[in-house]
């Protein structure tokens, strides 16, 4: 069974911290795809990456970094110079295929909430 | 860019009472599902519409009906609330496909009293 497991609950940093959230998930597929989504206080999901199991290359984009490794089954986030903007639940998922390969259905980790304080 | 738009926004039910959730998006996009998220368990998915004219079950559909309604518009529907319902509900879109990211709307807080 595909299964997304995200073990910290909760994150507690000062401003200006590093902070890694961890993701490690199962899957018997041989191509996947893995998201990462943001909720931030004000409810709504944000989409902030996809990586794809045939692509393993790190990827940064501003104070974000995502870490990759097949050999682990881990695909975690970090957060560069950490700022109160930052607080929100982080949620990893695993797209898994639904019929005939139309939409996919995204299987969530429970989500680990981040308190960025000043 | 109103991208996926939720109605309401919150709302209390008694138990037994019936009510529909309204989703529309304005993205031209072919997939669309609805979730919901409870403490402690992430989301999990409902009901789903991988094209119009379609739709199937997710992981916990039962107290649940949809319609796609055409391209845009795919509601849920508590044909008889329970108070196990409670629980905020977040429709999404996608263009297809399992490699296409879901865009999110709002979501709809839900109580039943």
């Known amino acids: 069974a595909q299964k997304v497991t995200q073990a910290q609950t909760e994150i507690s940093v000062v401003e200006k911290e590093d902070v890694t959230l961890d993701c490690v998930y199962e899957?018997?597929?041989?191509?996947?795809?893995l998201f990462w989504y943001k909720q931030p206080p004000s409810g709504e999901l944000v989409f902030l990456i996809r990586?794809?199991?045939?692509?393993?290359q790190n990827e940064i984009s501003g104070r974000y970094s995502w870490n990759f490794q097949k050999s682990t089954s881990s695909f975690n986030f970090t957060i560069t110079a950490s700022q109160v903007v930052d607080s929100a639940v982080y949620f990893c998922?695993?797209?898994?295929?639904?019929?005939?390969?139309?939409?996919?259905?995204?299987?969530f980790g429970q989500g680990t909430e981040l308190s960025v304080k000043p | 860019n109103a991208g996926v738009t939720q109605t309401p926004k919150f709302q209390v039910l008694k138990t037994g009472q019936s009510m529909t959730l309204q989703c529309a998006q304005d993205?031209?996009?072919?997939?669309m599902y609805w979730y919901r998220q409870d403490p402690g368990m992430g989301l999990r998915l409902i009901y789903y519409?991988?094209?119009?004219?379609?739709?199937d079950k997710g992981e916990v559909p039962n107290g649940y009906n949809v319609s796609r309604l055409n391209k845009r518009e795919f509601s849920l529907r508590l044909e008889s609330a329970a108070p196990s319902q409670t629980s905020v509900y977040f429709c999404?879109?996608?263009?297809?496909?399992?490699?296409?990211?879901?865009?999110f709307g709002d979501g709809t807080r839900l109580s039943i009293l």
């Open positions: 899957t018997r597929d041989t191509t996947y795809y």
């Open positions: 999404a879109s996608s263009t297809g496909g399992r490699a296409q990211p879901q865009h």
């Open positions: 519409s991988a094209s119009e004219g379609t739709t």
């Open positions: 993205m031209n996009h072919n997939s």
């Open positions: 990586r794809n199991s045939f692509d393993e």
């Open positions: 998922a695993l797209s898994e295929a639904l019929i005939y390969n139309q939409g996919g259905k995204l299987i």
